[in-house]
Protein backbone atom coordinates (compact mmCIF):
# COMPACT_ATOMS: atom_id res chain seq x y z
CA UNK A 1 0.00 0.00 0.00
CA UNK A 2 1.15 3.87 -0.61
CA UNK A 3 0.01 5.66 2.39
CA UNK A 4 -1.42 9.43 1.03
CA UNK A 5 -0.57 11.95 3.05
CA UNK A 6 -3.48 13.76 1.33
CA UNK A 7 -6.45 11.59 1.93
CA UNK A 8 -7.99 10.15 5.56
CA UNK A 9 -8.70 6.77 4.81
CA UNK A 10 -11.85 5.19 6.01
CA UNK A 11 -12.72 1.97 6.37
CA UNK A 12 -15.96 0.99 4.49
CA UNK A 13 -16.64 -2.64 4.04
CA UNK A 14 -15.37 -6.03 3.38
CA UNK A 15 -14.30 -7.51 -0.20
CA UNK A 16 -17.09 -10.07 0.71
CA UNK A 17 -19.75 -7.06 0.49
CA UNK A 18 -19.72 -6.75 -2.76
CA UNK A 19 -19.48 -9.66 -5.00
CA UNK A 20 -17.67 -9.55 -8.55
CA UNK A 21 -19.62 -7.21 -10.89
CA UNK A 22 -22.00 -6.03 -8.24
CA UNK A 23 -22.53 -2.41 -7.04
CA UNK A 24 -23.64 -1.43 -3.54
CA UNK A 25 -23.94 1.99 -1.58
CA UNK A 26 -22.56 2.18 1.89
CA UNK A 27 -23.46 5.68 4.07
CA UNK A 28 -21.16 7.13 6.42
CA UNK A 29 -22.60 10.36 8.03
CA UNK A 30 -24.09 12.26 5.39
CA UNK A 31 -22.64 10.30 2.47
CA UNK A 32 -23.66 7.69 0.28
CA UNK A 33 -20.74 5.93 -1.18
CA UNK A 34 -21.14 3.83 -4.29
CA UNK A 35 -18.09 0.69 -4.02
CA UNK A 36 -17.87 -0.72 -7.45
CA UNK A 37 -16.48 -4.37 -7.86
CA UNK A 38 -15.28 -4.29 -11.66
CA UNK A 39 -13.50 -8.04 -12.04
CA UNK A 40 -11.66 -8.00 -8.55
CA UNK A 41 -10.93 -4.57 -8.29
CA UNK A 42 -12.63 -2.16 -6.35
CA UNK A 43 -13.97 1.92 -7.41
CA UNK A 44 -15.80 4.24 -5.50
CA UNK A 45 -17.96 7.11 -6.55
CA UNK A 46 -20.69 9.38 -5.30
CA UNK A 47 -24.05 7.59 -4.78
CA UNK A 48 -25.97 10.69 -6.75
CA UNK A 49 -25.70 11.87 -10.12
CA UNK A 50 -25.15 15.30 -11.08
CA UNK A 51 -28.21 15.34 -13.19
CA UNK A 52 -30.96 15.35 -11.32
CA UNK A 53 -29.81 13.81 -8.11
CA UNK A 54 -30.50 9.90 -9.42
CA UNK A 55 -29.26 6.65 -6.86
CA UNK A 56 -26.45 5.32 -9.06
CA UNK A 57 -26.36 2.26 -6.75
CA UNK A 58 -29.32 1.58 -8.52
CA UNK A 59 -28.38 1.48 -11.72
CA UNK A 60 -26.46 -0.76 -13.84
CA UNK A 61 -23.12 -1.68 -13.90
CA UNK A 62 -21.22 -1.97 -17.54
CA UNK A 63 -18.68 -4.19 -18.21
CA UNK A 64 -16.69 -1.35 -19.71
CA UNK A 65 -16.46 -0.20 -16.45
CA UNK A 66 -19.39 2.51 -16.64
CA UNK A 67 -22.45 2.69 -14.36
CA UNK A 68 -25.64 4.02 -16.06
CA UNK A 69 -28.29 6.07 -14.09
CA UNK A 70 -31.80 4.30 -13.49
CA UNK A 71 -33.68 8.04 -13.64
CA UNK A 72 -32.30 9.11 -17.58
CA UNK A 73 -29.52 7.02 -18.86
CA UNK A 74 -26.22 8.96 -17.97
CA UNK A 75 -23.41 7.16 -17.41
CA UNK A 76 -20.06 7.89 -15.72
CA UNK A 77 -16.41 6.04 -15.51
CA UNK A 78 -16.67 4.41 -12.32
CA UNK A 79 -12.88 5.35 -11.94
CA UNK A 80 -12.70 8.75 -12.95
CA UNK A 81 -16.35 10.23 -12.00
CA UNK A 82 -16.56 11.89 -15.35
CA UNK A 83 -19.88 12.14 -17.31
CA UNK A 84 -19.56 10.24 -20.27
CA UNK A 85 -23.15 10.84 -22.08
CA UNK A 86 -26.01 13.42 -21.63
CA UNK A 87 -28.07 14.51 -19.53
CA UNK A 88 -25.38 14.43 -17.17
CA UNK A 89 -22.31 16.72 -17.69
CA UNK A 90 -20.84 17.18 -14.30
CA UNK A 91 -18.60 14.39 -13.07
CA UNK A 92 -19.46 12.77 -9.75
CA UNK A 93 -16.71 12.93 -7.40
CA UNK A 94 -14.50 9.84 -7.30
CA UNK A 95 -12.41 8.29 -4.84
CA UNK A 96 -9.26 6.06 -4.13
CA UNK A 97 -9.58 2.76 -2.94
CA UNK A 98 -7.32 0.78 -0.60
CA UNK A 99 -8.02 -2.99 0.10
CA UNK A 100 -6.14 -4.56 2.92
CA UNK A 101 -6.89 -7.86 4.62
CA UNK A 102 -10.30 -8.11 3.25
CA UNK A 103 -10.99 -4.44 4.01
CA UNK A 104 -12.49 -2.15 1.41
CA UNK A 105 -10.92 1.46 2.53
CA UNK A 106 -12.25 5.26 0.77
CA UNK A 107 -9.91 7.95 0.86
CA UNK A 108 -11.01 11.10 1.46
CA UNK A 109 -9.53 14.90 0.78
CA UNK A 110 -8.04 16.45 4.02
S1 LIG B 1 -30.91 11.73 -12.56
FE1 LIG B 1 -29.34 10.59 -13.50
S2 LIG B 1 -29.65 10.88 -15.62
FE2 LIG B 1 -31.16 12.10 -14.67
Known amino acids: MTLDAT?????????SDVPINTTKVFEVGNRRFLICNL???FYAIDDRCTHDDGPLGEGELLADGEIECPRHGARFDIKTGKAL???AVGEVNAYSVDVR???????LPL
Open 7 to 15: RRFIKLCSV
Open 39 to 41: NET
Open 85 to 87: CLP
Open 101 to 107: DDTVYVG
